[in-house]
């Protein structure tokens, strides 16, 4: 059979299931002109599916793009050698298909995994996501669909299981990434290609048990194989148990976070009236829109959203993540750890001209006379100086020359407890020169000194 030709079998079928799942998911008419970006590595999966997808195209309508990531992990022979093999695979199909090579800088997988503190295969499957979501950008009728299989779903689902994550699997659709081969188990995939005479690549890094998923591939689960019989299916069936789950919780209706500068609030009454079952997802929908780099024990979440609500102000750091969660009776607060960022740069020391970090941005210290302006405040300050957050027994003295506390300042603004290591205050020759609210929308208080 030609790689252009027609392809019937169980597979095509289950992939046109997909495919008509997808449109119920999606709610579109058809996919005529819908955009499919096929994620490629020159593995047997995902050579299946950009075949299955080809030989369906005329069929369904929908438009056909490939995008292969390199990763730099491997010798050039070989990862380059995957590269070149997409690309011939994708201008040698009837029509050929358009294909967008991503090219990874060198060392960029072990620079992000140290950045991330969560390992290489997390980096490497961070930044392979950032290439496929410029693929989408400016292009809003477009899907990249990747080529999990039934074989990575038990992967994945034994991985988290053992970490104590979620029992939730791979999803099928999730934001504008499809998996529609999430019902095809990969020895299948395999056996069809050795049957339709298509060659596919093999990366050697497969074979190496010191990643996590490898270990679990080739060690436990033929054990597994072995001794429980039946276990996938037992699992399977456990998935879709969850999957049911999942659902009740989605459609009910929670909070929305509100965006702050150093992260995200949210009324304490509507936060503490959720289920704490429901705490721990709406913490999580957080997490993602924080976006944060490091990994947050599961564990931590659970008790942050098991703990009842507070009667007084209520503080937890989340070791490792630069994040807090802060209850008090302003509001939920889940962002940002100003106290253990200041350990990289806050306060800041300031002799001459210069531009500086702060919690809310950068700002410029512009020379006058003597003296500098710092950012929006209408004051020139003597050199040097300090921007700073609050200390305890901060003093400022007021232009009736009365003297006041910085915390009975704050209490009389109704600044939240989360804001308060925020706020910029200016010190110079031993006095508090200024508290600079405006950039959190409170008041500007320059001193007398």
């Known amino acids: 059979m030609s790689k252009s030709g027609h392809m019937q079998g169980v597979q095509e079928k289950a992939v046109e299931e997909s495919l008509s799942r997808f449109l119920q998911y999606t709610g579109l008419p058809s996919l005529a002109g819908v955009l499919f970006i096929v994620a490629i590595s020159g593995g047997a999966d995902s050579v299946f599916l950009l075949m299955i997808l080809h030989s369906l195209r005329s069929r369904f309508g929908y438009l056909l793009e490939a995008v292969t990531v390199d990763h730099r992990l491997r010798p050039e022979s070989e990862s380059g050698g995957d590269l070149r093999f997409v690309v011939e695979l994708c201008a040698s199909l009837s029509p050929p298909v358009p294909c967008r090579t991503e090219i990874l800088a060198e060392g960029a997988v072990f620079s992000c995994a140290a950045l991330r503190g969560k390992g290489i295969e997390d980096a490497a499957r961070h ?152 705490r721990l997802r709406f913490l999580k929908a957080g997490l993602a829109l924080l976006q944060t780099s490091h990994r947050v024990p599961a564990k931590l979440l659970m008790s942050i959203a098991a703990s009842p609500r507070p009667e007084a102000h209520s503080s937890v750091r989340i070791s490792g993540s630069s994040l807090r969660f802060i209850s008090d009776r302003s509001g939920v607060f889940f962002g ?114």
């Open 127 to 278: 930044l392979r996501y950032e290439a496929f979501q410029r693929c989408l950008e400016s292009r809003p009728q477009s899907w990249v669909l990747t080529a999990h299989t039934a074989s990575d779903q038990l992967e994945t689902v034994l991985m988290r299981f053992l970490q104590g994550g979620s029992r939730a699997g791979i999803q099928t659709i999730r934001g504008r990434f499809f998996r529609p081969l999430l019902h095809l188990e990969r020895s299948d995939i395999e056996s069809w290609l050795r049957r339709e005479n298509i060659r596919w690549r093999e990366d050697s890094t497969n074979a190496d048990i010191s990643y996590r998923r490898n270990h679990i591939r080739s060690r436990l689960m033929p054990f597994l194989d072995s001794e429980f019989p039946g276990w996938r299916t037992g699992v399977q069936t456990g998935l879709l148990h969850a999957e049911l789950d999942e659902s009740f919780f989605s459609a009910t209706e929670y909070p929305e976070w509100k965006i702050e500068v150093s992260g995200l609030t949210c009324s304490p009454d509507r936060f503490y009236a959720l289920h704490p079952a429901r």
């Open 336 to 449: 940002s750890d100003i106290v253990h960022n200041t350990k990289r740069g806050y306060p800041v020391l300031v002799s001459g001209p210069c531009e500086c970090e702060l919690p809310h941005g950068l700002v410029a210290i512009v020379p006058e006379g003597s003296g500098a302006r710092i950012g929006s405040l209408d004051c020139v300050f003597p050199l040097p100086l300090t921007i700073r957050s609050r200390k305890p027994g901060d003093v400022v003295v007021r232009a009736d020359g009365k003297r006041k506390v910085l915390k009975k300042i704050y209490t009389d603004w109704a600044v939240p407890m989360h804001l308060r290591d925020s706020i910029p205050v200016i010190e110079a020759g031993g006095a508090v020169r200024a508290v600079w609210g405006s950039p959190y929308g409170f008041p500007d208080l320059i001193t007398t000194h």
